[in-house]
């Protein structure tokens, strides 16, 4: 997967611009939060919520057959999204991932709700 950060566009910091992904198998990952197998949710908070989202996406890309380097888009949407929000979820990231991290064309949304009690949902896009 080729990765770019074209000239005139304003590079994004653990991310990139520009995926270009060759393959013949894309895998498609949706609605991926921070509640276990059971169904519980794993804390009130953003960074608790997002290392089991972050968790939870790791199993789905694995099971697919893909690592996180297949990985070529990300759609994170954080309820109540500010700085707080954002800031945990970077932590949670090099937190679960350390470097390993997917540098992936990434989109975060703000959202007013999801569903009930969950605070981040993130999508994921790879190839194979």
Known sequence: MDRLDPEGLRPIPGSANVTISTGSRIIHIAAQTGVDAGGHIAGPKHYEQACRAIQNVCTAVEAAGATLADVAKLNIY?????????NA????????????????????????????GILIQIDAVAVL
């Open 78 to 86: 954080l309820v109540d999204y500010d700085d707080r929000a954002l």
């Open 89 to 116: 979820f970077i932590t949670a990231v090099v937190d679960t991932l350390g470097n390993d991290y997917p540098i992936a064309a990434t989109t975060i949304v703000g959202v007013a709700a999801l569903q009930p």
